[in-house]
């Protein structure tokens, strides 16, 4: 098995997260924990503009530069289990995004369960969109360059937008930026078990997030939870899939891409065997992980400029 790069495993285990699974373990207060721990934290990455805005939704709108016009746009969807997450703990990652994509940043607060379960995310996500193919001239973007980028249960939310403004009359996007995302599918998934109690995401949390979001569910998932089980994928922006060895999403995220090369999608899958779940949250922190995140970045910004 790969192992994980020294500096972050130290840090991992100095600091494990709080397992959503645990007896007694209250995701509300969890996410208050991580809204209050992020708050302390002075941002390191500087960029020209930060605006929270109301759109349909609540956002965060980050720009490179005050005044620039015509820049990419990426709507972007934070993970935390579709329970915990937001503005407050995904800023610096954003941060990263605007400033090395050179691109406006859409932050989107969406709601969470439990008090919001599926598809409440969808929706508010979903509707941001136009929003932003509207009025990306007036936060300085270009409305034909548009894409969407998440990170876990953000990058899950992220592949279902990209479906939806491929059925729903756009806007049309130029690509789709998915780090270690949740996608469903059909069939066995070995990380599932190889990974049940991996450093940052175990699979009893996977369990434990999804019956807080979609528990209410029964039968087959809709498309618009599990993104691999849509019947065409086809048509679908070209796509970066991040993934690492110590998840237990890793089998189905690289699923999903070779379902999306297989219809036709242009998609790169990039394994990072040193690192975990989470990675890009620990880009201030670690230099690996920031490393890793500049080449997803990378994918990024060259997609826009397509």
């Known amino acids: 098995m790969p192992q994980i790069d020294p500096e972050l495993a130290q840090f991992v285990a100095a600091f494990p997260p709080v397992r959503v699974s645990a007896p007694g373990v209250d995701v509300v ?13 002075t941002p390191v990455v500087q960029v ?7 759109t349909p939704v609540p956002v965060r709108v980050y720009q490179p530069a005050r005044g620039a016009v015509g820049l990419p746009v990426v709507v972007f969807l934070h993970g935390g289990g579709w329970c915990t997450g937001g503005p407050v703990t995904h800023d610096d990652l954003c941060r990263r995004i605007c400033r090395s994509a050179q691109a406006v940043v859409v932050a989107v607060d969406y709601r969470l369960a439990p008090e919001h379960p599926f598809p409440a995310a969808v929706d508010d996500s979903f509707a941001v969109l136009p929003w932003v193919g509207e009025h990306a001239a007036e936060i300085g973007g270009d409305p034909t360059r548009i894409a969407v980028a998440g990170d876990s249960a953000g990058g899950n939310l ?27 599918g059909v069939g066995e998934f070995p990380s599932r078990a190889e990974n049940a109690d991996a450093p940052v995401l175990s699979t009893p949390d996977i369990e434990a997030f999804l019956r807080h979001y979609a528990g209410h569910l029964d039968g087959e998932p809709p498309a618009t939870l599990a993104p691999a089980l849509a019947p065409d994928l086809s048509g679908l922006p070209p796509t970066f899939i991040a993934t690492v060895w110590r998840d237990p999403l890793r089998d189905e995220a690289e699923a999903y891409g070779r379902l999306l090369t297989a219809a036709g999608v242009p998609t790169e899958v990039v394994r990072f065997d040193h690192l975990v779940h989470s990675f890009a949250s620990y880009a201030p922190l670690i230099p690996a992980a920031s490393d890793a995140l500049e080449q997803c970045i990378s994918a990024l910004r060259k997609g826009l400029l397509r």
């Not at 207060?29 to 934290?41: A, G, H, I, K, S």
């Open 29 to 41: 207060e969890v996410r208050d924990d991580l809204n209050r721990r992020w708050q302390r934290m």
């Open 48 to 54: 020209g503009e930060v605006t929270d805005m109301t």
């Open 158 to 184: 992220a592949a279902v937008l990209a479906l939806l403004a491929r059925d729903q009359g756009g806007p049309a996007l130029r690509f789709q930026l998915l780090l270690y995302p949740s996608t469903g």
